[in-house]
T-cell receptor
Framework: NAGVTQTPKFQVLKTGQSMTLQCAQD?????MSWYRQDPGMGLRLIHY???????DQGEVPNGYNVSRSTTEDFPLRLLSAAPSQTSVYFC????????????FGPGTRLTVT | DAKTTQPPSMDCAEGRAANLPCNHS???????VYWYRQIHSQGPQYIIH???NNETNEMASLIITEDRKSSTLILPHATLRDTAVYYC???????????FGTGTRLTIIP
């Protein structure tokens, strides 16, 4: 198993540009989530999904959209990037929400200028 | 889900046991205590979890107090590679908003 994969590893955007951060898992996990981590800070939950077709907001959802059309993929969209979205983004998955440990991807480091 | 509180930083000498505390005084009866660590800027990695009994695996031991209001993660013989940020969380089945605090930055001193 490749586990949780994220692409790209690094990205630089200009303010106002849009982009999609990709996340995929090959473990048939129902639960997937997105976190952001700012320098020296902990992880903050952006959006999560308990299964294909179901998504919900986390702690800091503003400026981000998600969809879950398949069990494997959970892309995160930035519609109009802002400097405040400069951060490291981690995707995670788990067999079921809350019952099992989460597996994290390697992260995407995003800079918005 | 219960809020957890951890000290922001700790040091430990290489080869000694590292004991990382976590307070979760509002934990409910069906919430498990989970520990993760994040080495440098990598994705967090699961370490161990428990409900009420002490647990041990190849990475660490978890001691949960009888009243379940606090726990301690023990790395028995810390090495330089154990330098990381350690996160304690509380979660239970059906809890969909899995949040993390700011964790404890553990530095292993040679």
């Amino acid at each position: 198993n490749a586990g949780v994969t994220q692409t790209p590893k690094f990205q630089v955007l200009k303010t106002g540009q849009s982009m999609t951060l990709q996340c995929a898992q090959d473990m048939n996990h129902e639960y997937m989530s997105w976190y952001r981590q700012d320098p020296g800070m902990g992880l903050r939950l952006i959006h999560y999904s308990v299964g294909a077709g179901i998504t919900d907001q986390g702690e800091v959802p503003n400026g981000y959209n998600v969809s879950r059309s398949t069990t494997e993929d959970f892309p995160l969209r930035l519609l109009s990037a802002a400097p405040s979205q400069t951060s490291v983004y981690f995707c995670a998955s788990s067999i079921l929400a809350g019952k099992y440990e989460q597996y994290f991807g390697p992260g995407t480091r995003l800079t918005v200028t | 889900d219960a809020k957890t509180t951890q000290p922001p930083s700790m040091d430990c000498a290489e080869g000694r046991a590292a004991n990382l505390p976590c307070n979760h005084s509002t934990i409910s009866g069906n919430e498990y205590v989970y520990w993760y660590r994040q080495i440098h800027s990598q994705g967090p990695q699961y370490i161990i979890h428990g409900l009420k009994n002490n647990e041990t695996n190849e990475m660490a031991s978890l001691i949960i107090t009888e009243d379940r209001k606090s726990s301690t993660l023990i790395l028995p013989h810390a090495t330089l590679r154990d330098t990381a940020v350690y996160y304690c969380t509380a979660q239970n089945f059906g809890n969909e908003k899995l949040t993390f605090g700011t964790g404890t930055r553990l530095t292993i001193i040679p």
